[in-house]
Structure formats: C-alpha cells, structure tokens
C-alpha cells in the first residue's frame, strides 16, 4: 500500500481530521473496513515490537479509536499507508511532525517533507492584472518570468526611482477604480480610489480572526469621531473590505459576517466620518470577483491566530500583485517574510510556540483585556453599532477566559501594526517601494515550483512529452517554422492553455482522502485549490 499514496496534510484543524464511524463502514463497504483492520492489525503489530509495553502510544497511532462508537481515524490511516507525508508552510509541517502527527514521526521521521504552497502566476497575476503584468515584462525586458517566476527579483533594481514607482501607482490606481466600480454596481456604494484598500477575503472561520479585524474598525471609527476636523484631516482615509463564506451550521461564523454588515451600514452612512472610513462586505467571495478584488489591494490581512493557518495562497496572490501584508507569524506568512522582508511587512502577535501558554493564561484569567479594547466592547453592547442582543456571545469569549483564538491578547500589537500601516502609508514613495519589493520577493510562491518538488522528492516521476496526434504535430511544426508570436500573443496562449471554461487551473484528478486532506497516488499531479 505504502508504495502507492503519499499523504498532503492540509490542516490541524480537529474538525477537518475527520473520523467514520466504524458501524457505517461496515455497513456500506464491508470489504473496505476488513482491509482496514488488516492494516491497522499489521501496524499496530510493528508499533508493539518497537515500543514494548507502551499500549499508551499504540492507542494513540491506533487507525481504530476505540469506545462505545468506534471511529476509523482517517488522518492516522492516510499516514500508516503513504510512502511520504507533507505539510503545505515550513512551520506546517513542523507543526505535523511535533503536534499532529509526532508519534508517527517519531517512528518513521524520513517519512515526512515539506512542501510549500503556491499559486499559478498565469491566473494570479498575467490573466487577472494585465497592467501590472505588462510594466513587469516592459522592465525585465522579458515574458519569461510567466513560468520563471523567480525572474520576478530583477524588479528590485527598480524599486526606488521614481518614474517606476510613478507608473506602478498608475496600475494599481486602475485596479482600485475597477473595483470601486465593481462596488457600486454590486452594493450601490461609493469608494474614494485615493483611500487605502485593506482587503481580508477568505473563509470566515474564528482562528482566521475577521472579528479582530472587524473590532479594530470599530475602534478608528470610535477614533475618527472623537478627532477634531484638524485632526481628522490628517487621517488616512480607508476602506476596509471583507469577504468570504462560512459553512452552513457555523453559528459564530455566520455571526461574525452580520456583525461586519450591520456595522457597515452606521459606519458608511455617518456623515462625519465617510469620507475617511467605509468598511465593505463584498458578497459571494469567489475566484471571479477574486480576480478584481486582489489587484487593487493595497493592504492585505492574514491573521490567523498562530500555528492554525496550514498555508494559506491568498497571502501569495496578493504579494504577487504589490499588496502589503499585515499578518501573524503563521502559515507561508513566514516564508512570504523571509523572501520579502520584515521590514516591508506588518508583522505582530503570538509566536506558534507561545500560543499553548498564553491559552493556559487566558483561562486562568491571568492575562488582562486591554483598556481600549473593552471601551470597543462596550460601544458596541452600548448600542453603537445596532442592536448587539445577538452578538454577547462573540464578546463574552474574551472576557470569560474562552478566547481561545486570543484576539485579546493579540489586540495591542495589532493595533500598533495597524499604526504603522498608517504611517507608512503617508510616505507613498516608501509604500511603493515595499509594493515593489513585494512583488519582486513572490517566485517562490508559484505552483511550477510547488509541482515541481512534488514530482521530483514526493512522486519520483519524470516529465515525459505530451503524446500529439497528427493534427497537432502538423500544427507544431507550422508554428515552429512561421513567425514568432508576440509577447502579448504568447501570453494569451498560455493562460489559454492552463485555464478551463470555470476559471479554475486545468489539472489532472486529485483523490480527496479526507476533507482538508489529501492522498495522492504516486505518478498523480496535485490538483490546485481555489480561493483559500
């Protein structure tokens, strides 16, 4: 079996490390459920010879959790029956080998690898950001970078004149004048293009923290109200944009996204501060509106609560096409941080490695809420923001000693990472230059890179010419002996090639083994993900 799967871990989220029900098996595939006692009687037997006595660790890598219902544990029988198991970000996989999974990588530590994310430059930033995409090639002097994308770093040679930064606030101005035109045909609401873009688009989900970000809004809109107009004129003006879905019977989730809406509508209609402030629910989050939305961000949040973000690709879109991050030390933010610069991202919060204590902390009440954020709390069970009767549930976590997700105990380092996006924000010259650099840091963010490793330190295969048949060889070689397509032709035909009729990259089957979990089969391409 070992030499056919190999496992790709996509989360630590308990509730996407799925386990069956045993009885169900059973029931449905009587003959699935013996091979799997087989397994897991032939694992159980190496784990026994190994550890001795140690019936503690062997119910633990068990594929079977025992009880009144037994439960096939999915994530254990992925990893017993695959050759190699990877996590998607450096400190994903760290966090698999020494949390998640570390009995088994204890045993069989050569059995794991990393393999970092990454997204398809063709669709993230040639298809969806055709300005930008034609000053890059103008400047590098070459179209190459659409499948080298680590010819992206010849950018930084450029980064700090300013006839280049000129021409590269011209594209993302008509990014964010598309957008805002977007905005108003779907919502009927007016955005001021010269106000900074702050875009967190992703599933809606606690440890993605929308709620810490939709707190702090509260927070500069209680600011920009208590500010004297003298005050006032030396904001800086934002919108603040959500979106993203949450699954169907996720109570708080969904909670959090009417909050953000019923927020929005006091905010955007104060005549005192909607100059300076808006704040968007962009609805239906999909690739599509993806592609508009990304481009003309200029601040892009990814704040998970540390250790619980696997990856995340949205991150590597929007550095791909200039956007700054203001993020945890989770996920590829730390890659994305290596490659770019700390200097030239709003980093904060918890470390990974913190996170268990300062949970302990917080449910010993031994950590304090800061000052200003309850005086938010309180605005807001006061009425400020609408009627708050639903929303005492999603306050009462952070006093209560159940704020698992720390929102609280991140909250003053966010709020001094949001000050600094305003004070750079004010030094355009230095705010291009890091959008630059942003960009020019993201090759290693591509899927060729990603596919690539996978191929060569996971599957062991070699590429192999596409068979042609007649037709398309006749077609080759008329293209091989005519005239060299233009740049611009070159790149259609690339996008062309890679796309199909949804918007989604064209790949070959994937078997999903769990939800948020992947096994493939060796010789298999892994299939792209939309939209994370």
Not at 199 to 217: A, T
Not at 364 to 374: E, F, T
């Amino acid at each position: 079996v070992t030499k056919v799967f190999s496992y790709t871990n996509h989360t630590v989220l308990p509730e996407a490390l799925e386990k069956w029900s045993v009885g169900l098996l059973q029931h449905l595939l009587p003959r699935h459920m013996e091979i799997i006692f087989d397994i897991n009687y032939f694992h159980l037997v190496a784990i026994g010879e190994r550890f001795p006595g140690d019936s503690a660790r062997m119910s633990r890598m068990s594929i079977i959790e025992e009880g009144t219902d037994k439960k096939v544990r999915m994530a254990n029988l992925a990893v017993v029956g695959s050759h190699t198991v990877n996590g998607v970000a450096a400190i994903h996989s760290e966090l698999i080998k020494h949390d998640l999974f570390r009995d088994f990588f204890e045993v069989t530590p050569s059995k794991f690898q990393n393999k970092t994310n990454g997204v398809t430059p063709r669709r993230w930033l040639l298809a969806c950001n055709a300005s930008l995409a034609s000053i890059i090639t103008r400047w590098i002097q070459s179209s190459e970078w659409v499948t080298h994308l680590d010819l992206l770093t010849k950018l930084r040679e450029f980064a700090g004149m300013s006839e280049y930064q000129a021409e590269w606030a011209v594209s993302k101005k008509q990014n964010k004048e598309r957008l805002a035109q977007y905005i108003k045909e779907t919502l009927g609401i007016e955005l001021d293009v010269n106000a900074l873009f702050d875009v967190q688009v992703k599933r809606i989900h606690e440890y993605k923290r929308q709620f810490l970000n939709i707190l702090y809004c509260c927070r500069r809109y209680l600011d920009l109200k208590r500010m004297s107009p003298e005050q006032r004129a030396n904001a800086v003006p934002r919108v603040v944009f959500f979106g993203g879905k949450a699954a169907p019977g996720y109570h708080r989730a969904k909670l959090i996204i009417k909050f953000i809406n019923q927020m929005s509508r006091i905010v955007n209609n104060d005549p005192e501060t909607q100059t300076l402030f808006k704040v968007v629910f962009i609805p239906n989050y999909n690739v599509t509106n993806a592609e508009i939305i990304i481009p003309a961000s200029e601040l892009s949040q990814h704040i998970s609560t540390a250790g619980m973000e696997a990856s995340g690709t949205s991150n590597m879109k929007f550095v791909m096409n200039g956007c700054l991050i203001i993020g945890t030390w989770d996920g590829a933010n730390v890659e994305i941080c290596e490659e770019i610069g700390e200097d030239r991202m709003f980093m904060f919060g918890t470390r990974a490695e913190q996170v268990e204590e300062m949970r302990q902390k917080v449910q010993k009440r031994q950590v304090s809420v800061p000052k200003d954020l309850l005086e938010v709390m309180a605005a807001i069970r006061g009425g400020t923001f609408g009627s708050a009767d639903q929303f005492h549930c999603l306050l009462d976590t952070l006093e209560n000693g159940d704020d698992y997700f720390l929102v609280s105990v991140d909250w003053a380092s966010y709020v001094e990472a949001q000050h600094r996006v305003d004070q750079t924000y004010k030094n355009r010259a230095k705010w291009l230059q890091n959008s630059i650099l942003s960009t020019a840091g993201s090759g290693k963010f591509s899927t060729d890179r990603t596919i690539l490793q996978y191929a060569q330190e996971i599957w062991k295969i070699e590429p192999c010419a596409r068979p042609l048949t007649d037709n398309q060889r006749a077609d080759e070689e008329e293209y091989q002996s005519g005239p060299a397509l233009s740049v611009s032709a070159q790149l259609a035909a690339l996008v062309d090639a890679e796309t199909t009729s949804d918007g989604t990259a064209a790949t070959t089957s994937t078997t999903t083994a769990t939800n948020g979990n992947t096994a493939s089969g060796r010789g298999k391409s892994k299939g792209s993900k939309k939209g994370q």
